[in-house]
Every structure is written in structure tokens, then in C-alpha cells.
């Protein structure tokens, strides 16, 4: 009997991994996973997810028309070549499902965001991963990479999971270097974290080109990962194309409210890099004394590196048996890696005592 099959390379595609949030049997958990920002929800955002509640039997609008002022108005930026999605993932699929497809590559870094290679496989595109230095992605090699077929690159910056950061005058040189006709899209989901002044999110390269896109969530620095909300910057022929293939009412009604009050919450952004400026590196600072590696991050996370895959497991189940949770990064490539994302001050103290009586104990 013939039963119904998807295309071959959906199989080939393995689920993404999000970051655990329970352990079995410990009911207070301090859940350093998943980049979530430090402080929670916004109080405004809140207040206004609670006051659209009697309207969530409309549709939302579909254009996110006051979104987009708002983004507009906080950023600098015109709102009509905006697009908002649910999440930038969303975005990042329609993109990989429009510009990629059979015979179109999508070319990433090694350890590269993992949606890049789900979403190009999912379009069926050939992925292609281009190794990096020291835990950075190689411009060079990428370009040297790239063939008649490349429709697609994506570069995370800061990337995720590795933290690495790729100053504005690399990417820009990156860019010129690209074929015209290949879309550069620059994964900014981390960009209100960064503090270095050669950094440049994208904006200045989308408006410079006519084929970059830079995509930004609000689920980091926002607090808003479980509402769904992302939006992309990008060239009016890419906003054409997003706004014919997304889903219509791809970002629902509380979802739209809590990005427009966060937006607006005084303070928010600031509190949250300041904080991440002060917490990344003292965080950073209790590993290494305790005698692990860190990799530099701009992200609000840091990757610890144990060196070996097995210490790197031993570290993770010493962490979660005093209810910490960090993310295992072995899908990126990095077994022998540990994530961990800048909690509050205490969750910072909790996890570098954990780290240092790990190494303690596996030193005997
Ligand atoms: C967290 C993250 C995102 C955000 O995804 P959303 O779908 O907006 O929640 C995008 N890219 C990278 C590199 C990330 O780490």
C-alpha cells in the first residue's frame, strides 16, 4: 500500500531543538536556555496584551500597520519597508521559501542559527556550511563558496550560538563582494545587546543595497519570546515579495499590542544592555576562574567550552541537578560546548557556583 510522502529532504531535516525549560521533579528551575531576556515581561507590554483580550475574535491587522509606525519611529526607519512576522523565523522561511528552492543554494556558516538550514532544506535548496575561524564565520571562505547557484546567504550577528560579532566595515566588504543577485540576510536578533561601535545591525546596508535584508526579533531584549513577533528591514522588491507569501494575519492581536507597548516602555532597552554590559562579562569572568574556557560574546548568553564532550555532559547534569538549565549545543556542531544565557544577578551567581563546584568536584 502506498501511503502519502513528503518531499525526500523533508526527512532529511531534524527538528529544531529548543532549549529544555522543566526538569523532572525539580519544581524551582533557573532556566538559562533559550536567550530569554533577564527581566521578563515588560509591565506595559502586559497591561497591554490585558486590555486587547475582549478584541481577540477580530483578525488582527494583517499589515501590522501600527507596529510598523512604531518600529518606524523607535528606529529611524520607514515603515513600509518593514515587515512584521511571528518570530523571525517566520521571515526567515518565507525568505528561504521565496528566494531559495531545487537548484538555489543557501549558503550559512558552520555554526550558524540552525533555522537557516531547516527553512533552506524546507524551501529545497542545497544548504551549504562554510567552516569558521576561531568560532567566527570566514567572509572569505564563504565567498569562496559561493557558485552560480547561491540565492541566499545568512549571517547571524552576533551569531548564535557562538556569540562572535562581525564588525559593520567586514560585513560591508562581505556585501560588495556578494553577487548582486544574491540576498544577504543579516540575523540581528541580539543587535540591542551590542555595545561596540563598529557594529552596524544592518540598517546602514539595506538602505546602501538593494539586496540585504535584516531581520530583528522582539524575543531577547523585548521579553517577548512566547508572543511571537519579529519584523525584517528590507528593500522595497523584498518587502513586495514577503507581503504576497506570508500568511495573512501572521501576527496576532496581543502579539501586535505587547510589541507596540514594549516599544514604548521607558527605559526597557537601556536597563537591559546595561545590565547584560555589567552581568556577560562577570559571568564570563566566575567560569574562567573556575577554569573554563569562554568564548567572547556580544549575545546576552556566553558559550562555555569544556573541551571534551563528555565534560561538557557531566557539566550539564551537575547543572541540572541543582535546577539549572543551560543549552547543550552538540546540533551546532559544539559538543563539547555549553550555552548560557545572562539571567538576573542572581541567576548569575547560582550558575558560576555551579560551574565552579563542578570543576571542583571533577578535579577530585
Ligand atoms: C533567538 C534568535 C532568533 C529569534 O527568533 P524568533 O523567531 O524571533 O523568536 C533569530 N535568530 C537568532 C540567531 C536567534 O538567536
Known sequence: MTTPSPRPEILTIHPYVAGVSEIPGVNRTVKLSSNEGAFGVPPSARAAIAAVVSDVFRYPDGGAGALRTALGTRWGLDPARIVCGAGSDDLIYQLCLSYGGPGRDVIMSEHGFSIYDIAGTYAGSRVIKVPERNLTADLDAMLAAVSASTRLVFLANPNNPTGS???????????????????????????????????????????????????????????????????????????????????PFNVSVPAQAAAIAALAEPGWVEAGREHNAVQRPRLAAGLEAAGIKVWPSEGNFVLADLETTEAANAADAFLRSRGIIVRKVGGYGLPQCLRVTVGTTEEVDLVIEAFTDFMRQSRG
Not at 538593494?210 to 531577547?220: E, I, L, P, Q, Y
Open 165 to 247: 560579532m562581525l564588525p559593520a566595515e567586514d560585513v560591508a566588504r562581505f556585501r560588495a563582494a556578494l553577487p548582486p543577485d544574491v540576498l544577504l540576510v543579516l540575523d540581528a536578533a541580539y543587535a540591542e545587546y551590542v555595545t561596540r561601535s563598529d557594529y552596524d545591525a544592518g540598517v546602514k546596508l539595506v538602505d546602501a543595497t538593494d539586496n540585504t535584508v535584516m531581520t530583528r526579533t522582539f524575543s531577547k531584549i523585548f521579553g517577548l519570546g512566547g508572543m511571537r513577533v519579529g519584523w525584517c528591514y528590507a528593500p522595497p522588491a523584498v518587502v513586495d515579495v514577503l507581503d504576497r507569501v506570508r500568511s
